[in-house]
């Protein structure tokens, strides 16, 4: 009778910026970077539905650049900078794309609409005009079950208003 030796799940430490603030904790190799921000960090504002890649639920800034969580390994986010949908307010002050998500209606249970916001910023900050082709772009790329995406379209071109006034 031979015995097989079974792989060890292995673990190392790793160190993250996270909307703005230096987080460490020790994660199994195998963990996501949205089960790590959620489980880890308690930052629930990360949401997790496919769990590969399609529904943009997860999405997050990672050095700038929107990526889907649920794609990503914990360990590949080492020293790295990440921004949540939990450091976009500042106290009660909505940031100004979620106060068009507000003003125009963009959500209905709101399981979707951290990600699409995630997105939209990332847009803004390379394209602060963008095309309602290159608006419908960015949207393809989330599932929303509940909306229609009628008034997302309208909250993300409500979004560009506002920044256009300096908010
Ligand atoms: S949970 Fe990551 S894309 Fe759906
Ligand atoms: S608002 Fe419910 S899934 Fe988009």
Known sequence: MTTEARPQAT?????????????????????????????????????????????????LLLNGRAVRSCLLLAVQADGQEIQTIEGLAKGDELHSIQQAFWEEHGLQCGYCTGGIIMSTLAMLEDNPHPSDEEIYEVLGGHLCRCTGYEDIFKSVKRAIELRGQGR
Not at 33 to 56: N, P, Q, S, W, Y
């Open 11 to 59: 673990e190392r430490t790793i160190s993250v910026v996270v909307n703005g603030e230096r987080r460490s904790a020790t994660v199994l190799d195998r963990k996501t970077l949205a089960d790590f921000l959620r489980e880890d960090l308690e930052l629930t504002g990360t949401h997790v539905g496919c769990e590969h890649g399609v529904c943009g639920a997860c999405t």
